[in-house]
């Protein structure tokens, strides 16, 4: 049954979350004026977006470096489409799609704000259809590809920022012109572990799921947060389908993607 009228709000062909999306918001975005020093974070779902929120708030303000500013995520750094915020500096994360797949089945499954999947085949269909939050994953890396000279943009890689957090940290503070000392650094780097975002309900968005989004279950908006998860849910027979969609697709696109975390 094709739920995408129930779950997805198709604003000029792109697909939001019915649940949270603001029509007259977004419709008004054109006009909003842009301040110089305005931060942009985009990601497809699933990519890094709050660890993003949480490296780039830490690296500006001191307070939630160290923790005396107790400020949800969300609020530190809000969602430009259901918000209304637009800044100039963009900082583009990007995430091999097969570890993408399998973090959105599972939080596809959590939210009552998205459409849920029988299993990953059922959730691989919708993937592939593009009909989920974000629309067609290829779509959005080749859009933000093709106008990487248009923009101001730093591109990162979840892949990289997990092998190499601290290089990752210096390379956001430079594109931001934020000048950190060694301390600061390290107090960013403490923030950004995955042990901490996922255990800290200020980071890991628990409130927010709990009484805004309509969670459905108990599990964590974060699972693993590594490289190479997919091999534990995919079997043989959907890999080599996603390697052959993913084959033809991308043929002709020329960055290139972690899929394992031994690779380099
Ligand atoms: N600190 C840190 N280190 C490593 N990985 C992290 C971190 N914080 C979030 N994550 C992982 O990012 C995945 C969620 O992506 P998004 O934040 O883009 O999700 S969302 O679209 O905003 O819902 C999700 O990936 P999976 O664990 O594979 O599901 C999160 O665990």
New binding site residues.
Partial sequence: MDNTDTYLLNFEGYYLVRFTANTDLLKNLDDFEIRDNDVFIV????????????ILSSIYFEGHRNRTEMVETLDRVPFLEYNLLIPLQIIY?Y?NPK?IL???F??SNMMAGLQAAEDIEDFMKMFFDGKVT?SLWFDHIRGWYEHRHDFNILSMM?EE??KDLRSSVLKISSFLERQLNEEDVEAVMKQ???Q???FDPQ?N?EQILKHDLGRTDEGS??????IG?WKHHLTVEQNERFDRIFQRKMKDFPLKFIWDLNEE
């Fill in positions: 990601t497809y779902p699933k990519s890094g977006t709050v660890w993003a929120q949480q994360i995430r570890n399998v973090s959105y599972h939080f974000g979840y920022m997990k950004a572990t995955f901490n975002t996922k980071e968005y908006f974060l699972c693993k947060g590594t998860d």
